[in-house]
T-cell receptor
Framework: DVKVTQSSRYLVKRTGEKVFLECVQDMDHENMFWYRQDPGLGLRLIYFSYDVKMKEKGDIPEGYSVSREKKERFSLILESASTNQTSMYLC?????????????FGEGSRLTVL | KNEVEQSPQNLTAQEGEFITINCSYSVGISALHWLQQHPGGGIVSLFMLSSGKKKHGRLIATINIQEKHSSLHITASHPRDSAVYICAVKSGSRLTFGEGTQLTVNP
């Protein structure tokens, strides 16, 4: 079974802190994604990566950056957390080749910024 | 208007009832996904459709490309089916998600 693991299920941070959200997948997938999920808005794409050291902005990249130094790991970084970044963050992956389009999601990281 | 609209937003049913969740979209798509999200956050892919109908256990998904509409049906519903069901459409390289339908099945 594909496993996508997010490092923290729940985090509480203060405004201005630097926040790292880590995501690791064990199926050698090329594509990895970071989404945030908010009530009434559904899932929105922050960034995605289709290869090591490659990244593309999604729909709402402002206030975020990402890092993909190894194929299995995709990190989301909040350089200076703000209260409007309080949200559920979901990581997902899928293969580039033979891609059926199915996404494999992690369990989510619920971030609260005070 | 959102590109992907789901109805209803909330649905409460009694155990055993037949349930239908609807998804309408406004763009040309190559595929449509139905996802399930349990309390706590994890999302599981249920179906990916590009035409016709798929069945898995008590779950059935249909899509009508001409009408830009899909339905997810649950037969003989059970309390463990309680979750948020999310429709997502694939257009080009982009996935657009609906807001989800919160389903509660009471014993």
């Amino acid at each position: 079974d594909v496993k996508v693991t997010q490092s923290s299920r729940y985090l509480v941070k203060r405004t201005g802190e630097k926040v790292f959200l880590e995501c690791v997948q064990d199926m050698d997938h090329e594509n990895m994604f970071w989404y945030r999920q908010d009530p009434g808005l559904g899932l929105r794409l922050i960034y995605f990566s289709y290869d090591v050291k490659m990244k593309e902005k999604g729909d709402i990249p402002e206030g975020y950056s990402v890092s993909r130094e190894k194929k299995e790991r995709f990190s989301l970084i909040l350089e200076s957390a703000s209260t409007n970044q309080t949200s559920m963050y979901l990581c997902a992956s899928n293969p580039l080749w033979g891609n059926t389009g199915e996404l494999f999601f992690g369990e989510g990281s619920r971030l609260t910024v005070l | 208007k959102n590109e992907v609209e789901q109805s209803p937003q909330n649905l409460t049913a009694q155990e055993g009832e037949f349930i239908t969740i609807n998804c309408s979209y406004s763009v040309g798509i190559s595929a449509l996904h139905w996802l399930q999200q349990h309390p706590g956050g994890g999302i599981v892919s249920l179906f990916m459709l590009s035409s016709g109908k798929k069945k898995h256990g008590r779950l059935i998904a249909t899509i009508n490309i001409q009408e830009k509409h899909s339905s997810l049906h649950i037969t003989a519903s059970h309390p463990r089916d309680s979750a948020v069901y999310i429709c997502a459409v694939k257009s080009g390289s982009r996935l657009t998600f609906g807001e989800g339908t919160q389903l509660t099945v009471n014993p």
